[in-house]
């Protein structure tokens, strides 16, 4: 069976504080770093109501991490998974997802707080944040569980998904 193939086209540019993967907080709900997005003057339309939202997803491309790898070890563990049970940005498809505080919406550009991305990332889609919908209570959570109860977790990348790495 052929493996269907799709394209997307960003609808805006995420800017960020960070330039390189080290040292980018891992995760939006570790940060408070603010971040703003310039949505392109053809989408601008579709932010109508946007601002009556707290949270928003944030889904872009991870254009700056290294080549995909199926195995990986995350910045929060010290051995390696499968890249479906991380959040390491070495993905098949690299799409990054993020959940952050939506603070402004001004025309086409938009003031978040969570930036756990880097620089100059394009921008795919957004989507509300709506608990009903998205908020479940998980009743397993893998090999994290082992890692809550750890109090050097480090909430920062280092340089191991940088492509500019060998």
């Given at each position: 069976m052929a493996e269907p193939i799709f394209?997307?086209?960003a609808i805006g540019i995420i800017?960020?504080?960070f330039q390189r993967p080290a040292g980018t907080p891992i995760q939006a709900k570790a940060t408070l770093e603010r971040g703003s997005i310039e949505i392109f003057p053809r989408y601008a339309e579709g932010l109508a109501?946007?601002?009556g939202f707290s949270h928003i997803y944030l889904l872009y491309v991870l254009d700056q991490m290294a080549s995909p790898a199926l195995k990986v070890t995350p910045f929060l563990d010290g051995k390696e998974h499968g890249v479906f049970a991380t959040r390491a940005p070495r993905r098949p498809n690299p799409i990054?997802?993020?959940i952050v505080r939506l603070l402004k919406v001004e025309g086409a550009h938009l003031e978040f707080e969570?930036?756990?991305m880097l620089d100059g990332t394009p921008l795919l889609d957004i989507k509300p944040y709506v608990p009903d919908?998205?908020?479940f209570q998980p009743t397993r959570i893998g090999w994290y569980e082992?890692?809550?109860a750890a109090p050097d977790a480090r909430m920062v990348a280092d340089d191991r998904?940088?492509?500019?790495?060998?």
């Amino acid at each position: 069976m052929a493996e269907p193939i799709f394209a997307f086209h960003a609808i805006g540019i995420i800017h960020t504080p960070f330039q390189r993967p080290a040292g980018t907080p891992i995760q939006a709900k570790a940060t408070l770093e603010r971040g703003s997005i310039e949505i392109f003057p053809r989408y601008a339309e579709g932010l109508a109501d946007l601002d009556g939202f707290s949270h928003i997803y944030l889904l872009y491309v991870l254009d700056q991490m290294a080549s995909p790898a199926l195995k990986v070890t995350p910045f929060l563990d010290g051995k390696e998974h499968g890249v479906f049970a991380t959040r390491a940005p070495r993905r098949p498809n690299p799409i990054g997802l993020s959940i952050v505080r939506l603070l402004k919406v001004e025309g086409a550009h938009l003031e978040f707080e969570g930036a756990d991305m880097l620089d100059g990332t394009p921008l795919l889609d957004i989507k509300p944040y709506v608990p009903d919908f998205d908020h479940f209570q998980p009743t397993r959570i893998g090999w994290y569980e082992q890692r809550l109860a750890a109090p050097d977790a480090r909430m920062v990348a280092d340089d191991r998904f940088d492509k500019r790495q060998p």
